[in-house]
């Protein structure tokens, strides 16, 4: 068996699953607090204004990893949604439906801290801008996927329909990607691509750092979200009544 399908099957393994993420979940939420204070930190205090924003692009520093982590969260949850549903791999199941919740708090971050940081740039809080509409939609996607998973009695039911729902949400992703370059709209084009990027490397390292914090936060999120559905749907498990007496993960 090649090393990535044994860790696929490991992943799939609840026990294993829930002890994997008992050793990292803490040394992930130190990352992540670390990098957020150090990332804040240069962002608000010391990177320097925008020579037309003023301090309002300070809002960047929060929106722009916001806007990129619903978009990849959203990616996430449906390929693990699709494994679910291919392979009725249970452990995948779990970890799309607790993704769910994450993204969408990440979206509705990106949409206020968007109209806040669209106040003094283009004179309002929202326009039907095709980037802000398509953002807008994927957090419906988001919510719908939560509320038809509750809407089932049965969870494998629930899991099952949320993720086919989520794997077809997936043709709005190119259109929020793409959508300052297919229409005229107010939003700007993307500051960093692979050809470059027009960003000052003093406003890009803290932008990169939040980045990478806001990864780590859902990395945590996610696996502890993970462990308490574990726990709740395999109460008579030994394992989870070995992990109870010994009172540790």
């Not at 549903?85 to 206020?112: K, Q």
């Not at 957090?139 to 329909?161: I, Q, S, T, W």
């Not at 750092?209 to 109460?235: D, G, H, Q, W």
């Amino acid at each position: 068996m090649s090393r990535l399908k044994r860790l696929f099957h490991q992943f799939g393994s609840p026990p294993w699953l829930f002890q994997f993420s008992g050793r990292v979940v803490p040394w992930l939420w130190a990352a992540c607090l670390i990098l957020s204070a150090w990332g804040l930190w240069w962002g608000l205090f010391r990177a320097p204004p925008d020579y037309l924003q003023g301090e309002s692009v300070r809002i960047m520093y929060v929106h722009v990893p916001a806007a990129w982590m619903s978009m990849m969260i959203y990616l996430l949850m449906a390929l693990m949604g699709a494994a679910g549903l291919i392979w009725h791999v249970r452990a995948a199941e779990i970890m799309a439906l607790s993704s769910a919740p994450i993204g969408a708090a990440f979206t509705l971050l990106a949409l206020i801290t968007g109209s806040l940081w669209g106040r003094p740039t283009w004179g309002t809080y929202w326009v039907w801008d095709a980037r802000l509409t398509s953002e807008l939609v994927l957090l419906f996607l988001y919510l719908g996927v939560l509320g038809l998973h509750n809407a089932f009695d049965e969870p494998r039911k629930g899991a099952r329909a949320a993720a086919l729902l989520s794997v077809v949400g997936l043709v709005n992703l190119p259109i929020i990607h793409y959508s300052v370059n297919w229409w005229n709209t107010l939003h700007q084009p993307a500051s960093i691509g692979v050809s470059g990027n027009s960003i000052h490397p003093s406003m890009l390292w803290p932008l990169l750092i939040m980045a990478v914090a806001t990864k780590l936060f859902y990395a945590a999120n996610l696996l502890t979200r993970t462990r308490v559905r574990l726990l709740e749907e395999n109460p008579r498990r030994r394992w989870v009544r070995d992990w109870v007496e010994g009172g540790k993960a």
